[in-house]
């Protein structure tokens, strides 16, 4: 008897055959692979009654008449050949047809995915929506984090210092009094004149400034007025009125002298300040690169709720078939397990669910903008897509950008600076206490309590009386000069290799961050190539469980892949979209890592009063949004180049923002009293 797959395409139902022709349902490798393996199992069919004779009755005996069980149909006969040599199948790709991990670089830009238009509309019906953007977020925390609100206070806290180490400088008055009431014995007639008790009363006062200037000098200039009285015969004139008028300077020579040695603890009030604005700069970046991941993440838990639900959508329509098929041939067992798959798939939806609530609270938490509303009324609605274009990397060029840039090496280059100080003031102090003493001063006096004509009396009928001298002092062994000189030198010392091991950290994190952007990118492509190959197999599955008889065993092992089929393609789609959340934060992460990422994202900072109390305040530029951007930045003068380890980079993106950004580490200038050394802001 002959039998073909032309022979056996004439046998087969109607609706069966409209399937076969209709090309939009099976493609035309699949429908030609349907229509060969109908055709073999007919022929084989065939060939079982062709093989074995009539009942007495005439008619044909069934499966089950001729003794063989479902389980005992030889293997060979339930699956499908496949043709060793076929055009359609020679072009279908294989894994080794893969490019390679540079050719990953002159790959497309992948397209858009199937869930992004799902993702930017509102997925919950009892919410209100409040779309987002990842620039609005920046903006938001910017203006309304309670975290950077704490972090910019910081540097102003800081800055407090550099006035208050100056103040050492200031002019002080001082105002002094006492009165004094003596009652000795008298051992000397030559002191009294007579009585046995020497008693007297004497008050005075003074009134003056001081002030320490640069050099080291104190200076001090003193209007004093008293009256005295006492019992003696030779106190002349009686009821003393007494004025004097002292101007004194003591400058030191050795220990002490000097601009530099005096002006050290403002220098090192200002360094300390820089250091806190550099702090306060990475701190900055490292927020804003959460709100980026928060933002980015929020769109990967949306994504993945779809994909759940697409998931649950194919079990819950196989589930339909079966059971508008129980009746016809559909088995119990395949109608369990489809039902299975639908309460597991339903599971995971409510956790994804879940995610996406949990992602907007952290969102909130992050930017505390009263904009975004509450968790419990309203929903954040993601705008902006995930950038899918290739970036190249060049991470010499990037390590140099970040050696200009990152904060962290200007603030150990700023303690480098205050340890050198330190090390220089130490020295001063190994030298012994050296002081030239100048004072000069006028007097005057008037009996009858008269005050006043002896201040008269001081510029009139005074001549100016004067000291000059000079104090040295030295303590054995200076055993507490010198260890502190040498605990200087030893934190110089350790500073240096600080800065050199942060000069390697950052030149890692530099390396890691450039790398990452273009793994990301490979990682990427891959997993898109991996989720449309799984597309291809899950269609094929499905088309060919839908086409098979549903009482046969083959049909329920077929089942069984198409479950699976349809998981690992969701593994494979979430694996997909987890790599362009990780190409999109590698992106802010790579500017964070060459320390731009502020001037990328336009922020600045300005300074104002409020309520008399100095107040930092960022701001962003305004950007305009296309489709998809925000885009990558890159090292300023880079070139075209195919992959990280062959050192190039390309141009900047047409659609970055322009403007005067603000530097990686900007610091406002302090707060300070007139003639203070202004400290030195950046690299």
């Given at each position: 008897m002959r039998c073909d797959a032309q022979t056996a395409k004439h046998t087969l139902p109607?609706?069966?055959?409209?399937?076969?022709?209709?090309?939009?349902?099976?493609?035309?490798?699949?429908?030609?692979?349907?229509?060969?393996?109908?055709?073999v199992a007919v022929c084989v069919a065939f060939s079982i009654f062709a093989t074995t004779p009539p009942s007495a009755d005439g008619q044909l005996p069934n499966r089950r008449a001729l003794g063989v069980e479902q389980d005992q149909i030889p293997v060979s006969t339930r699956r499908t050949p496949i043709p060793q040599e076929s055009d359609e199948i020679r072009r279908t790709p294989r894994l080794f047809d893969l490019p390679s991990p540079e050719q990953f670089e002159k790959s497309e830009e992948p397209?858009?995915?199937?869930?992004?238009?799902?993702?930017?509309?509102?997925?919950?019906?009892?919410?209100?929506?409040?779309?987002?953007?990842?620039?609005?977020?920046?903006?938001?925390a910017l203006a309304h984090s309670a975290q950077i609100q704490v972090i910019k206070e910081a540097p102003l806290i800081r800055e407090t210092a550099i006035v208050e180490a100056d103040?050492?400088?200031?002019?002080?008055?001082?105002?002094?009094?006492?009165?004094?009431?003596?009652?000795?014995?008298?051992?000397?007639?030559?002191?009294?004149?007579?009585?046995?008790?020497?008693?007297?009363?004497?008050?005075?006062?003074?009134?003056?400034?001081?002030?320490?200037?640069?050099?080291?000098?104190?200076?001090?200039?003193?209007?004093?007025v008293g009256h005295r009285d006492n019992n003696s015969l030779f106190f002349s004139p009686a009821n003393q009125g007494n004025s004097r008028l002292t101007l004194s300077y003591t400058q030191p020579i050795l220990r002490g002298a000097g601009q530099m040695f005096n002006t050290s603890l403002t220098v090192l009030a200002e360094i300390d300040t820089g250091a806190a604005f550099d702090d306060f700069s990475a701190q900055l970046q490292a927020q804003l690169l959460d709100v980026n991941r928060a933002y980015w993440e929020l769109y990967l838990e949306r994504a993945n709720l779809i994909q759940k639900q697409r998931l649950y959508g194919q079990a819950a329509e196989i589930l339909q078939e079966l059971e508008r098929r129980r009746d016809i041939d559909a088995l119990r067992s395949q109608i369990v397990r489809a039902q299975a798959a639908v309460a597991s798939r339903t599971a995971d939806i409510i956790r994804a669910d879940m995610a996406i609530r949990n992602t907007e609270s952290r969102i909130r938490a992050l930017v505390n903008d009263p904009s975004l509303g509450s968790s419990d009324v309203n929903e954040l609605v993601p705008l902006d897509l995930?950038?899918?274009?290739?970036?190249?990397?060049?991470?010499?060029?990037?390590?140099?950008?970040?050696?200009?840039?990152?904060?962290?090496?200007?603030q150990a280059i700023k303690q480098i600076r205050a340890a050198s100080i330190r090390l220089k003031m130490s020295r001063n102090e190994l030298l012994p206490a050296l002081n030239l003493v100048l004072e000069t001063y006028v007097s005057g006096l008037r009996g009858s309590s008269d005050v006043g004509n002896s201040i008269v009396d001081q510029y009139r009928e005074g001549e100016p009386s004067y000291t000059i001298g000079l104090q040295y002092e030295v303590p054995f062994l200076n055993r507490r000069a010198k260890a502190r000189h040498l605990r200087r030198r030893h934190e110089l010392r350790q500073l240096e290799a600080q800065m050199r091991a942060t000069m390697e950290s950052l030149r890692l994190e530099v390396e890691v961050a450039a790398r990452d952007?273009?793994?990301?990118?490979?990682?990427?492509?891959?997993?898109?190539?991996?989720?449309?190959?799984?597309?291809?197999?899950?269609?094929?599955?499905?088309?060919?469980?839908?086409?098979?008889?549903?009482?046969?065993?083959?049909?329920?092992?077929?089942?069984?892949?198409?479950?699976?089929?349809?998981?690992?393609?969701?593994?494979?789609?979430?694996?997909?979209?987890?790599?362009?959340?990780?190409?999109?934060?590698?992106?802010?992460?790579?500017?964070?890592?060459?320390?731009?990422?502020?001037?990328?994202?336009?922020?600045?900072?300005?300074?104002?009063?409020?309520?008399?109390?100095?107040?930092?305040?960022?701001?962003r530029s305004n950007v305009t949004h296309e489709e998809v951007q925000p885009g990558p930045l890159e090292a300023p003068g880079a070139a075209s180049a195919e992959g990280v380890e062959q050192g190039e980079m390309g141009p900047q993106q047409a659609g970055e923002s322009q403007g005067a950004p603000l530097p990686p580490h900007y610091?406002?200038?302090?707060?300070?009293?007139?003639?203070?050394?202004?400290?030195?802001?950046?690299?």
């Open positions: 109607v609706d069966f055959e409209m399937q076969l022709q209709s090309k939009q349902v099976v493609p035309p490798l699949l429908r030609w692979r349907v229509r060969y393996t109908s055709g397209s858009r995915a199937w869930w992004d238009p799902s993702v930017r509309k509102p997925l919950r019906t009892k919410s209100e929506d409040i779309p987002v953007r990842l620039d609005a977020l920046l903006m938001g103040s050492e400088f200031d002019w002080t008055s001082f105002v002094e009094s006492q009165f004094v009431d003596t009652s000795d014995p008298v051992g000397n007639r030559l002191q009294t004149g007579g009585p046995t008790r020497f008693r007297e009363h004497d008050v005075s006062a003074s009134v003056g400034v001081r002030r320490k200037n640069r050099l080291g000098g104190q200076f001090e200039i003193a209007q004093e995930p950038l899918r274009h290739r970036v190249p990397m060049d991470v010499a060029t990037s390590v140099e950008v970040a050696f200009q840039n990152r904060p962290e090496l200007a952007v273009v793994t990301t990118y490979r990682e990427m492509i891959a997993n898109l190539r991996a989720m449309r190959a799984e597309e291809t197999e899950v269609e094929y599955l499905y088309q060919r469980w839908k086409l098979l008889p549903g009482n046969d065993r083959s049909a329920s092992l077929l089942l069984e892949d198409l479950l699976d089929a349809q998981e690992r393609l969701n593994v494979s789609e979430f694996a997909y979209l987890n790599s362009q959340l990780n190409y999109n934060v590698s992106h802010m992460a790579f500017q964070r890592a060459v320390g731009t990422l502020l001037q990328s994202e336009n922020i600045s900072c300005s300074r104002y009063l409020e309520c008399c109390l100095p107040t930092l305040d960022l701001h610091e406002p200038p302090p707060l300070q009293a007139p003639g203070a050394v202004q400290p030195e802001f950046g690299p």
